[in-house]
C-alpha cells in the first residue's frame, strides 16, 4: 500500500522517499525489484546506516537499512532523526513500518511525521482493537490523516456490487 502511494506522489512530486521502516517484513527493495548491492543503490551521506536506491519513477527512491540486519536502523531516535535530515532533501517522505500491535516502534516513529494514513486489513482486526490504536496514536499528539481498508474480499458476484 505505502508503494502505491509513493509512486502516486512521485508522478507529481520532484523528489520522493520511501523508507522501508519494517523491522520484521521489509519488502520496499522485493517490491521494486533491486537488492541492496544493485547499481541503483549508494550509501548515503546525508543519513548515515542508510542506502538510497533509485526506482523506475525518476523522482522517487528507496531508502533501505545499511550494514546491519533487514529492517534495523538502531534505536527509533536515530531513525526519527535520520527523517529529520531527510526532510531536506524530499518533497514528501513515506514510511512503511509495521503494524501498531507489534512493536511500540510505531509511536515514536509517527511522532516524527505530519501525519499518519492508518491501514486495516479487512476482517482481520477487531472494531474495539482498531479505536484503540487510534486512541493510542490520538493520546500521543499524532494526527491521523485517515483509514484504509485493503484486502476486502468480496462475498457476492461483481455484477451484484456494481448494481449496489
Known amino acids: ?6 509512486c502516486a ?4 512530486e520532484d523528489s520522493v522517499f520511501l523508507l522501508d521502516a ?8 522485493y517490491i521494486f525489484g533491486f537488492g541492496t548491492t544493485s547499481d541503483s543503490c549508494l550509501v548515503s ?5 542508510m542506502i538510497v536506491c533509485k526506482t523506475s519513477w525518476p523522482s522517487l527512491s528507496v531508502v533501505l537499512p545499511g550494514d546491519s540486519a533487514p529492517g534495523d536502523y538502531g534505536p527509533p531516535a536515530g531513525l526519527c532523526r535520520a527523517l529529520t535530515s531527510m526532510r531536506s532533501l524530499a518533497g514528501m517522505i513515506f514510511v512503511d513500518c509495521e503494524a501498531l500491535r507489534e512493536s511500540s516502534q510505531v509511536v515514536q516513529l509517527a511522532s516524527a511525521v505530519d501525519g499518519v494514513l492508518f491501514v486495516v486489513e479487512a476482517e482481520r482486526e477487531r472494531r474495539e482493537a482498531i479505536a484503540d490504536a487510534v486512541a493510542q496514536l490520538k493520546r500521543a499528539d499524532i494526527p491521523v490523516l485517515g483509514l484504509i ?3 476486502q474480499r468480496r462475498y457476492l458476484p461483481a455484477m451484484l456490487y456494481r448494481a449496489l
Not at 506522489?9 to 507529481?12: F, G, V
Not at 519494517?22 to 527493495?29: A, F, G, I, L
Open 9 to 12: 506522489a512521485a508522478e507529481i
Open 1 to 6: 500500500m505505502t508503494a502505491k502511494l509513493a
Open 149 to 151: 481498508v485493503n484486502k
Open 22 to 29: 519494517n523491522r520484521y517484513r521489509p519488502s520496499q527493495e
Open 45 to 49: 551521506t546525508e543519513t548515515p546506516n
